[in-house]
């Protein structure tokens, strides 16, 4: 490298360090500003679950099965299932069709037992349908209720999981 260029390669480095620096010295003695910030944000309304469920077989005293139940969460939210409520019974003969009330009267709460609500089934957000299984075990039916078709509702609920 001749003397000429190696000048010049000092100069250039002397010459970047001095502007460098005057940048920190101009940046450490600038003015700092402070203000406050505000917002709004709206919250998600919570919308009502729904389902549909099924057995996996016909029932009888002692029985264990599967409910397929199928979960809609309209909410932006997913919402893991930890409650039920006592269901409600409605039974009809399947020979004719007619309303079995000997056999609605002695279905309770206490016929049948679900699993699975404790909070580690999970439902996604805005789910239409989405397919879980339960299992289920039928501890005592009445006589009364064979041959007969059983409807239920129950309230479920559960908590919106982060």
Known sequence: ??????RSAVIATVAAI?????GVTAWAAGWFAEGTATGTAQSEDIKPLSATITLDGKIFPG????????????????????????????????S???NNTACASKLTASVIKFGGLDGSTTIAGKAEGQEIKLPVEILDIDQACAGSELSMT????????V
Do not use: H, Q, Y
Request: hydrophobic residues 40%; without cysteine.
């Open 18 to 22: 001095a502007v460098g620096g005057l």
């Open 63 to 94: 029985a264990k099965r599967n409910a397929i139940v199928k979960v809609n969460n309209p909410n932006e939210f997913k919402v893991a299932l930890n409650k039920a409520e006592a269901p409600t019974f409605t039974a009809r003969k399947l």
């Open 154 to 161: 129950m309230k479920f609920g559960g908590t919106s999981v």
């Open 96 to 98: 004719d069709n007619s």
């Open 1 to 6: 490298m001749s003397k000429t260029a190696k």
